[in-house]
């Protein structure tokens, strides 16, 4: 197990700090040798000579075999005209001589041997790295937060609006324009507040709260829509939408099933946690859930069955961190807390473990890139680190610090380039960490989506 419910203990020295204000206002190949594709200067055609008939002078040859010996017959008789043609013949044999060492046409030059290589496949540029920055984009200030590792205290909706719980109070922050509100301060009685949740709609924010109740607010008018009592022992640390269907789970082990439409809103209700359900996610196509829990159990359910599909029991820690593939709709990702401190993941077709990585260090939440295959998580002890991973090789791209404690909640943008993460240290920080999409289509005012050239740029 992990640590339990602690607050920082140094609060005097904010109690000047404003919450959310912003605190800061392909590898080398070397080439192939020269020397394989250089020939040699001096050209050379091995070491016998056979010589080409078509070049020789036949009258030439005929001469010099045969005319000796009537030479020697006839010695003193020549005639004038004879030795006229014998200095004839003599002169064209030094020629035929010299005709006969050369060819008329060359050889045809080596072959080479090394294939030649297409000047379009050389001229391929490589695909440019994306750039990852190592630091924060920005740092706002998070006085009070909880610092517990079984809670969810951050989220970002579809509407470009964060939440975030501090203590007692729920803040809004507006993505579109940077401005901070107070959504609602909760009695001292029913809170602190222990989860936070956007309904897809991106208005109504669901919050769970240490009493046990669980309350609906819309944001446009800060309204209480609705409250669901009675539905929970304890404190309600994790929520989870699927439509309509609001998925709680409690420090009782109980995981309820809620439609926020119906007047007796509980629809179903799964039990099969022995210690707090601290993680819950729905699968994109709404057809699986995947809880985790204090007992080192991760649990696959779906609303047709009362009892989990899949149990999973090769965490040896608290199972937190849950993370649904967004291109292979049964790969689920887990992470454990401080005694295991492995990512795993899972066909929940099949109900295997598809391979099991040691992070070193206690993971607390874990984000898919929407854009790219890769995984983001973010570390307690003893780095308080982000790490960016490459999926399936799982090898390390980047890892971004600033943190000083330890790294709990995580959110994602909805264009999925900007992920936000707190920490026990109190701070809020916003990450460029999985870059721009190739194609952004330009979004209606109603529904903004941010972008960091955009973001970032009206925070004052």
Same mark, same amino acid.
């Given at each position: 197990?992990?640590?339990?419910?602690?607050?920082?203990?140094?609060?005097?020295?904010?109690?000047?700090?404003?919450? +959310?204000?912003?605190?800061?206002?392909?590898?080398?190949?070397?080439? +192939?040798?020269?020397?394989?594709?250089?020939?040699?200067?001096?050209?050379?055609?091995?070491?016998?000579?056979?010589?080409?008939?078509?070049?020789?002078?036949?009258?030439?040859?005929?001469?010099?075999?045969?005319?000796?010996?009537?030479?020697?017959?006839?010695?003193?008789?020549?005639?004038?005209?004879?030795?006229?043609?014998?200095?004839?013949?003599?002169?064209?044999?030094?020629?035929?001589?010299?005709?006969?060492?050369?060819?008329?046409?060359?050889?045809?030059?080596?072959?080479?041997?090394?294939?030649?290589?297409?000047?379009?496949?050389?001229?391929?540029?490589?695909?440019?790295?994306?750039?990852?920055?190592?630091?924060?984009?920005?740092?706002?200030?998070?006085?009070?937060?909880?610092?517990?590792?079984?809670?969810?205290?951050?989220?970002?909706?579809?509407? $470009? %609006?964060?939440?975030?719980?501090?203590?007692?109070?729920?803040? +809004?922050?507006?993505?579109?324009?940077?401005?901070?509100?107070?959504?609602?301060?909760?009695?001292?009685?029913?809170?602190?507040?222990?989860?936070?949740?956007?309904?897809?709609?991106?208005?109504?924010?669901?919050?769970?709260?240490?009493?046990?109740? %669980?309350?609906?607010?819309?944001?446009?008018?800060?309204?209480?829509?609705?409250?669901?009592?009675?539905?929970?022992?304890?404190?309600?640390?994790?929520?989870?939408?699927? $439509?309509?269907?609001?998925?709680?789970?409690?420090?009782?082990?109980?995981?309820?099933?809620?439609?926020?439409?119906?007047?007796?809103?509980?629809?179903?209700?799964?039990?099969?946690?022995?210690?707090?359900?601290?993680?819950?996610?729905?699968?994109?196509?709404?057809?699986?859930?995947?809880?985790?829990?204090?007992?080192?159990?991760?649990?696959?359910?779906? +609303?047709?069955?009362?009892?989990?599909?899949?149990?999973?029991?090769?965490?040896?820690?608290?199972?937190?961190?849950?993370?649904?593939?967004?291109?292979?709709?049964?790969?689920?990702?887990?992470?454990?807390?401080? $005694?295991?401190?492995?990512?795993?993941?899972?066909?929940?077709?099949?109900?295997?473990?598809?391979?099991?990585?040691?992070?070193?260090?206690?993971?607390?939440?874990?984000?898919?890139?929407?854009?790219?295959?890769?995984?983001?998580?973010?570390?307690?002890?003893?780095? $308080?680190?982000?790490?960016?991973?490459?999926?399936?090789?799982?090898?390390?791209?980047?890892?971004?610090?600033?943190?000083?404690?330890?790294?709990?909640?995580?959110?994602?943008?909805?264009?999925?380039?900007?992920?936000?993460?707190?920490?026990?240290?109190?701070?809020?920080?916003?990450?460029?960490?999985?870059?721009?999409?190739?194609?952004?289509?330009?979004?209606?005012?109603?529904?903004?989506?941010?972008?960091?050239?955009?973001?970032?740029?009206?925070?004052?």
């Amino acid at each position: 197990m992990d640590s339990g419910f602690s607050i920082s203990s140094e609060k005097n020295r904010f109690e000047c700090r404003h919450p +959310l204000r912003d605190v800061a206002s392909r590898p080398y190949i070397p080439p +192939l040798h020269s020397s394989l594709y250089r020939t040699s200067s001096r050209t050379t055609y091995g070491d016998r000579f056979i010589p080409n008939r078509s070049a020789m002078n036949m009258d030439v040859a005929q001469y010099l075999l045969t005319e000796p010996k009537k030479d020697k017959e006839n010695k003193g008789v020549a005639s004038p005209a004879k030795e006229a043609y014998r200095k004839l013949l003599a002169d064209t044999m030094l020629q035929g001589r010299t005709r006969i060492l050369s060819f008329r046409n060359k050889p045809p030059a080596p072959v080479n041997l090394l294939p030649d290589i297409p000047s379009s496949t050389q001229a391929q540029p490589t695909k440019q790295r994306r750039h990852i920055p190592q630091s924060a984009e920005r740092t706002l200030d998070a006085p009070d937060i909880v610092d517990d590792y079984y809670l969810n205290l951050l989220d970002w909706g579809s509407a $470009n %609006v964060l939440s975030i719980a501090l203590n007692n109070t729920v803040y +809004l922050w507006d993505a579109a324009n940077g401005s901070t509100s107070e959504l609602v301060t909760i009695d001292d009685d029913l809170g602190p507040v222990t989860s936070v949740s956007w309904a897809p709609d991106g208005q109504h924010i669901a919050i769970g709260l240490n009493s046990s109740d %669980v309350q609906l607010w819309d944001s446009t008018s800060n309204k209480l829509v609705r409250s669901l009592r009675g539905i929970h022992q304890s404190r309600v640390g994790s929520l989870a939408w699927n $439509n309509s269907i609001l998925t709680t789970g409690g420090m009782d082990g109980a995981i309820v099933n809620n439609d926020v439409r119906a007047r007796a809103s509980t629809v179903s209700s799964f039990r099969a946690h022995n210690h707090e359900v601290c993680g819950l996610r729905w699968s994109g196509s709404g057809k699986y859930l995947a809880s985790g829990g204090n007992d080192n159990l991760l649990h696959i359910w779906n +609303l047709s069955t009362s009892n989990p599909i899949h149990r999973f029991t090769n965490h040896t820690a608290a199972v937190k961190a849950l993370a649904w593939c967004p291109f292979q709709s049964n790969l689920l990702a887990s992470g454990g807390g401080g $005694n295991d401190r492995c990512i795993k993941f899972w066909n929940v077709d099949t109900g295997t473990c598809l391979s099991s990585v040691d992070t070193g260090s206690q993971v607390c939440s874990l984000m898919w890139n929407k854009n790219e295959r890769e995984l983001l998580s973010s570390h307690g002890y003893t780095e $308080n680190q982000l790490t960016l991973w490459k999926y399936p090789s799982m090898t390390k791209m980047a890892e971004l610090t600033g943190h000083t404690s330890r790294v709990l909640y995580m959110a994602q943008s909805p264009d999925g380039c900007t992920v936000a993460s707190a920490a026990g240290d109190e701070t809020l920080r916003f990450w460029n960490v999985f870059g721009v999409p190739e194609t952004k289509k330009p979004a209606p005012k109603s529904s903004y989506v941010v972008g960091p050239s955009n973001m970032y740029s009206h925070i004052r």
